[in-house]
């Protein structure tokens, strides 16, 4: 799978003639915006490897993983495996000002989960898929 992901953002660079762009300089909001949908990927990516299912079944069940409460605590697991680089990008989705609010999370949870998300878009941008990989099955593992 990492492969088909770096495939998939390298081939849009090169069919849209996208310029080369610090990942540094991108809101931490940007982050989290590409980011969720890079995890929403994996998961869903995760749930219909594991054998055909209804789709109704498969979004009920991926919901439950890609949600902010899953995300924090998915967060707290890889806490102290992050690196000072990953841990400066996730602070710093943590700490943007976003305009809105998981209706059913609360805010420290929604914080934790855009500074998830932000690290996962970086990391995505970056092109390290492995790593997105790594983290999100150490996050996803139970207590």
Known sequence: MEKSIIDLMAGIKENWALPDVDVRTYSPLVLAYIGDA????????????????QANRLHKEA??????????????????????????????GRNANSATMAKHATMSDYRRATGFEA????????????????????????D
């Not at 949600?67 to 602070?91: D, P």
């Not at 690290?119 to 139970?142: P, Q």
Request: hydrophobic share 40%; no cysteine.
């Open 63 to 92: 919901s439950t993983l890609v949600n902010a409460g899953a995300q924090s605590a998915s967060l707290e697991r890889i806490k102290e495996e992050l690196t000072e680089e990953e841990m400066q990008v996730f602070k710093r």
């Open 119 to 142: 690290l996962m878009g970086y990391l995505y941008l970056t092109g390290r898929t492995e790593r997105i990989l790594e983290l999100a099955k150490k996050g996803l593992e139970e």
């Open 38 to 53: 890079v995890y929403e990927v994996v998961i869903r990516s995760l749930l219909v490897g594991r054998g055909n299912a």
